[in-house]
T-cell receptor, first 113, second 115 residues
């Protein structure tokens, strides 16, 4: 089992460019999450998907869109990247939204110039 | 509005001694608390958790204490080992309201255990 995988590991964008961060899990989990981690801020929830076919905003959704492609995959899209979106992005999954323990991927380090 | 706070950015401890990491929360709807450990260039990994119906939970060298009246929890690591050096995040979730199904994280505490 690979657990939660994320691609790419690193990315550098110019302001205004777009990109999609990919996430997949092989644990047959129903719920998936996207977080960003910034220095001194901990992890903040961007979007989550309680189950296949549903998505909801988290604490910091502005500038992002998500797609729950199927039960395994949950992607995060930046339509027009801004320097404020420079961060480390983590994807996570859990059995379902009532189950508190979440399993995290290794992260994507994104720099927007 | 930081609902989960870890007021100590860093902690330095000697190998073999006790490490105590603290966490405070403000949201009364939180009823489940978790600690995650994170090494550089890796994702956070689950360490230990506690439900609000308990005041203590142990797992080997790790013990979490919950004081609901003070809205405070702490993680004790005894004895501390150099491999425990990492960033520790406190997280909370609730069964109702806007916190349902979501984790709210603290800012993290960098623990360094010196040999």
């Amino acid at each position: 089992n690979a657990g939660v995988t994320q691609t790419p590991k690193f990315q550098v964008l110019k302001t205004g460019q777009s990109m999609t961060l990919q996430c997949a899990q092989d644990m047959n989990h129903n719920s998936m999450y996207w977080y960003r981690q910034d220095p001194g801020m901990g992890l903040r929830l961007i979007y989550y998907s309680a189950s296949e076919g549903t998505t909801d905003k988290g604490e910091v959704p502005n500038g992002y869109n998500v797609s729950r492609l199927n039960k395994r995959e949950f992607s995060l899209r930046l339509e027009s990247a801004a320097p404020s979106q420079t961060s480390v992005y983590f994807c996570a999954s859990s059995k379902d939204s009532s189950y508190n323990e979440q399993f995290f991927g290794p992260g994507t380090r994104l720099t927007v110039l | 509005d930081q609902q989960v706070k870890q007021n100590s950015p860093s902690l330095s401890v000697q190998e073999g001694r006790i490490s105590i990491l603290n966490c405070d929360y403000t949201n009364s709807m939180f009823d489940y608390f978790l600690w995650y450990k994170k090494y550089p260039a890796e994702g956070p990994t689950f360490l230990i958790s506690i439900s609000s119906i308990k005041d203590k939970n142990e797992d080997g060298r790790f013990t979490v204490f919950l004081n609901k009246s003070a809205k405070h929890l702490s993680l004790h690591i005894v004895p501390s080992q150099p491999g425990d050096s990492a960033v520790y995040f406190c997280a909370a979730s609730g069964k109702g309201g806007t916190s349902y199904g979501k984790l709210t994280f603290g800012q993290g505490t960098i623990l360094t255990v010196h040999p």
